[in-house]
């Protein structure tokens, strides 16, 4: 998996990270490591743009949640925590505390893996950049 | 039961991509259903990576693939010679519990569950383990 930065202008100033690939457990942690180093850097608003991530397992859902929580400026969950850590980011999807990480354009494959595990209503997906970035 | 196309790999994450490819080129030479693939393929990555991670815990170890059709099923077996564990006896997430309260690992053999029609565990004559993960109505007449 390739993980391409780039930076766009909405109402703020937003980094989009772009995942190319497949996203599994050999790779995941890149990804919040990448997270880690955006929001030490100042990234607070981040479009993660899956349109050419082909695959994702659920250890990428881990991944995705753990990059919500860090560009809110929280610790990412202990794996540990399970579905209590999922249930806890659609507690604050209510109170919009994660409107800072948007997800964008998922691809059958991965749609699927965010569907069957009930993770699509936890997060802000988009179908598109620009309807993301506009959500900001 | 068509002859089946085997794969044998070394249990390491770096691997997965791999094994993804073989089942799915397996899968799709005989016109399969490409969502159905999807599915198989999802499920199968789950109960690969708990075989590296949980099964063998980092040691060196071995994952023989199998994939064939049973008529229109998809068919995947995956075997390993990690201490002998039964993803089928995880139980399903108790919506009644507080989610806090619900383990991590039960959500890779969730998915397991949801997205094949079959999930069965036997035990090897020679000690192993053999995970067959199957998905009707995938080939295509």
């Known amino acids: 998996m390739e993980i391409v930065m780039k930076e766009a202008e909405a109402r703020v100033p937003v980094t989009i990270m772009q995942l190319h690939g497949e996203l599994d457990a050999s790779n995941y942690l890149d990804v919040i490591a990448k997270a880690k180093e955006l929001h030490a850097a100042g990234t607070r608003n981040l479009v993660l743009d899956l349109s050419d991530l082909s695959f994702m397992a659920s250890s990428g859902l881990v991944a995705l949640h753990s990059t919500a929580l860090i560009m809110r400026g929280d610790e990412p969950p202990d794996p540990e925590h399970g579905w209590g850590a999922f249930h806890a980011i659609a507690k604050e999807r209510e109170t919009g505390l994660i409107a800072n990480c948007k997800i964008c354009n998922p691809q059958p494959a991965v749609l699927r893996s965010l569907e069957i595990t009930g993770f699509k209503a936890f997060l802000d997906v988009y179908t598109d950049l620009d309807t993301a970035l506009a959500s900001f | ?141």
């Open chain 2, 1 to 141: 039961m068509d002859q089946p196309l085997r794969l044998r790999i070394a249990a390491d994450l770096k691997n997965l991509a791999t094994i993804r490819r073989f089942v799915e080129s397996a899968a799709k030479s005989e016109d399969g259903n490409p969502e159905a693939i999807v599915d198989m393929l999802i499920a199968m990555n789950e109960a690969a990576t708990n075989i590296i991670i949980h099964g063998y815990q980092g040691q060196p170890g071995i994952i023989e693939v199998e994939v064939a059709y049973d008529e229109d099923a998809l068919v995947v077996s995956l075997r390993d010679q990690a201490p002998i564990f039964d993803p089928t006896l995880v139980p399903a997430p108790d919506v009644t519990l507080p989610p806090e309260q619900r383990p991590f690992g039960g959500m890779g053999v969730h998915m397991m569950r949801q997205l094949t029609d079959e999930l069965t565990h036997r035990t090897t004559p020679d000690g192993g383990n053999e995970l067959i993960l199957v998905k009707e109505d995938v080939r295509r007449a």
